[in-house]
């Protein structure tokens, strides 16, 4: 049946070429990255018309929670829509699909291509496998997949950022407001996690930087998504002394149990000061409409041809996709924004940058590593003023 659904597809992507007065030759296009402000001119193969084009996306929970991870996708996805001016029956969502239960995001993946999608966005890392193996079977559609590492040069890629950058900064408030010099950290998984890793230790480099006396403390919940595990964490942490509370998790659960329990903290993915206004100093976060925006902008434009040409993309502060948000003026100093401001203008301008694959890096074990940020998943190791819960 799938064989079949996509040779009809294959036939239907032709004709809708066709009838834009394309063909189905070859096309190039720069790698849509921090270089790259704008789209390519259409390619002579005619691309999807903008009235024509079906997005589908799919999440890991509910958008509608208002804070975390998913709403801040979706909050990428509406940003695209109005950019490019995409009626809502353009839009497909898929919404709470279990990144651990590969035959749900089968179908879920299954019933976007189905329903006209021309590209799809997934938007969590446990969804890279499904992908990989749906991307052979259905050459005609473009599978976007956010985090991860794997792709294949034509209709599957993946999409992510240099979020360590905007952590960093949030490390420099945090090592500043400390007054234990303990802080804490809420991490998605455990060390052998690139991307969690990667970010937790430039958190704790940006802590250094300014506090050399500070100590990291990492709880792991060993979950993308658990709201009760996500709060129990942070208050492992607050009981060991930890008066700042960072995370690289979901929900806004260590914030708000940062603020029950009187001390502060540095939310993640959207801004969580509306979560817990007592105790968010600012938040890291994702602007993913830049990436959004960019990539339907390109399949409109026929510059990413499925069975063609298709670019992973690694996005940063410079280009907007990674940012940090507004300090809470009720906790944080003008001093503490100057700091931040001056390692920013730095890291923006591509004079510095926490990763650059030459400096040596001490672990916690005593080792020394290089790290460039691309390479973020091959980070298995801990920053020397990380400990492990």
């Known amino acids: ?65 208002g804070s975390g991870y998913t709403y801040t996708h979706d909050q990428g996805i509406i940003g695209m829509q109005q950019n490019l001016g995409l009626r809502d029956d353009q839009i497909v969502r898929k919404i709470s699909v279990d990144d651990t239960d590969a035959a749900a995001v089968e179908t879920a993946i299954t019933e976007c291509v189905e329903e006209g999608c021309n590209i799809i966005f997934a938007t969590s890392w446990g969804y890279m496998d499904t992908c990989e193996a749906l991307a052979e079977e259905f050459p005609e559609v473009i599978f976007s997949h956010g985090t ?57 480099m940006g802590v250094a930087s300014v506090n050399p006396d500070a100590e990291v403390y990492v709880s792991v919940t060993n979950s993308w998504f658990d709201p009760e595990g996500e709060k129990q964490a942070a208050e492992r942490l607050i009981a060991e002394g930890c008066d700042v509370i960072g995370q690289h998790c979901d929900t806004p659960n260590p914030q708000t149990a940062a603020e029950e329990h009187g001390v502060w903290g540095v939310g993640y993915n959207s801004d969580m000061t509306k979560d817990a206004p007592g105790a968010t100093l600012t938040s890291v976060m994702w602007d993913w409409s830049v990436y959004y925006t960019k990539a339907v902008q390109n ?48 890291i923006v301008s591509g ?20 790290l460039e940020g691309a390479d973020y998943g091959s980070c298995n190791w ?7 819960l």
């Open 1 to 65: 049946m799938k064989k079949l659904l996509s040779i009809l597809l294959a036939g239907a992507m032709v004709l809708s070429l066709a009838a834009c007065g394309g063909d189905t030759g070859t096309s190039t296009s720069e790698p849509a990255s921090a270089s790259t402000g704008t789209s390519e001119p259409a390619s002579a193969t005619g691309g999807i018309p903008k009235d024509e084009i079906k997005v589908g996306v799919i999440h890991l929970s509910d958008p509608a929670e």
């Open 148 to 204: 991860g590492y794997k792709s294949n040069g034509t209709n599957f890629n993946n999409y992510f950022g240099r979020i360590y950058q905007a952590r960093y900064l949030s490390g420099i408030i945090a090592g500043l407001k400390t007054e234990s010099n303990k802080i804490g950290y809420v991490a998605a998984m455990g060390q052998e996690n690139g991307e969690v890793t990667s970010g937790c230790n430039a958190f704790a």
């Open 299 to 346: 399949v409109i434009d026929g510059t990413w041809v499925a069975g063609e040409k298709v670019d992973n993309y690694f996005g940063d502060m410079a280009d907007g996709l990674v940012t940090l948000g507004e300090f809470n003026s009720d906790l944080v100093t003008d001093e503490m924004i100057a700091k931040v401001e001056e390692v920013k203008a730095q």
């Open 351 to 370: 004079e510095w940058d926490v990763f650059d694959g030459k400096t040596e890096i001490m672990d916690n074990e005593g080792n020394a590593h290089t």
């Open 382 to 388: 801990y920053y020397e003023n990380v400990n492990v």
